[in-house]
């Protein structure tokens, strides 16, 4: 049974609440992930290509947890009409770490993966859910500019986060100061998310359990009767395969970008916020341009271009040896991801029956994140395989280590390009038809005989 829609009046307070959601958590993205934890943990926490290797790996068991749980609480939360529930929940984990890894120093390698790992699982989940709404706050039509908008609020919260700590970084220095830039990104994302949980009113109504099942056992049925019918979602199915493997390359873009910056051309934090900063401009003008071309050209179309000027930031990465260059790269980098990210998004709530947006959410983020555990490894275990590879032939210790980080890069490259390949598969029309045709196993069954005895 299909959880009913309810119409509201405000829907523009609605999105404002949504928006700055995004530019809460942008903020965790662009100091925790890109700017300065993630080298601050590379660097000063372990050091050498060991750190490249577990920052791999902590990014990988977070996406794992991920892709495991999700699609499951993604249909608990459309049955049970609790996104905004689970939504508060993955982010106050979010936030609870993000502060704590102020206590993070050098040497503290258990911790040091642990607590990302905890404020990742928060922030991942997390987006299942904010991304779940995004349906219920746009019509069809309208959900290329409304995620385009939301990507780039987002963006500029992220700016200002790290234009926040910039300038504590550069005057006063040292790892009291990096540390305590965690702290000051969990306040501005808990300030950031209160619009959210006190405006927005979450459209879908609870169902009525029926008799003899809970909300986990309905979960596992939704999502079972999803995958009885997944002959009928085909497209659907063929653009998550095909994210599954460009996201990945995406993903190892993002996560390592710092790390790449500070080995192979030396960049310290300063310059790592700054390089972030103008990452995080070129993505608001990535968002709203790419917001635009998906209403005129399709999502599909929007999302090969996208693909298309990534693979080539990466090539050229892989030929530039001066750090201009390098910011360059990064800009149009950044313009190029924020296409694939935020149009991909309209793609799964365009290809998802109404009343289901939670669990093709998660089914998303499975794809996504299931992914993305392999990606991250394997740059972190191919990084550490060619340094040692180097070393054996008599290359220093340096020079080892940039080469392993340049020559890793082709991994991005053909993961970009084998998902672009199968993306060009996908007949995005036709899985908009079929996600308004189709109702689901739930909808066929009478709600307290058939899921009570099923």
Known sequence: ?????????????????????????????????????????????????RGTQLWGFSVGIAMLVVAITSPVLGAIADFSGAKKRFLMFFTTLCITFTALLFFVGEGMILFGM??????????????VFYNSLLPEIADEDEMPHVSGMGWAIGSFGGILCLLIVLPLIVLIGGTF???SSFVITALFFALATGPLFLWMSERAQPQKLPKGQNHLTIGFKRLWATAKKAR????FIKFMIAFIIFNDGIIMALDFSAIIGAVMFGLAQEQLIILMIIVQVTSV?????FGVTAERWGSKTTIVVSLLLMIGAIVILY????VMGFFAIAALAGFALTGVQSVSRTMVGQLSPKGQSAEFYGLYAISGRASSFVGPTVFGILVLSLERFYRDGGEGFSLAERLAHRNALWSIVAFLAAGLILLLTVNVEKGRQAARAIVTDLDDLEPAEDLAGA
């Not at 995004?22 to 890109?34: E, M, R, T």
């Not at 642990?114 to 987006?127: D, T, V």
């Not at 030929?319 to 001066?322: H, L, M, Q, R, V």
């Open 319 to 322: 030929f530039n040896y001066s």
């Open 1 to 49: 049974m299909q959880a009913a829609i309810t119409q509201t009046t405000n829907v523009r307070r609605d999105r404002l609440a949504w928006y700055l959601f995004d530019f809460g958590n942008s903020a965790y993205a662009a100091v925790v992930l890109l700017a300065v934890y993630s080298a601050y943990f590379q660097n000063s926490v372990v050091g050498g290509s």
């Open 177 to 179: 100061i990096v540390r």
């Open 285 to 289: 003008i990535g968002a709203l341009a």
């Open 232 to 235: 009928h979602y085909r497209e």
């Open 114 to 127: 642990l607590f990302f790992i905890l404020a990742e699982i928060g922030y991942r989940s997390g987006q």
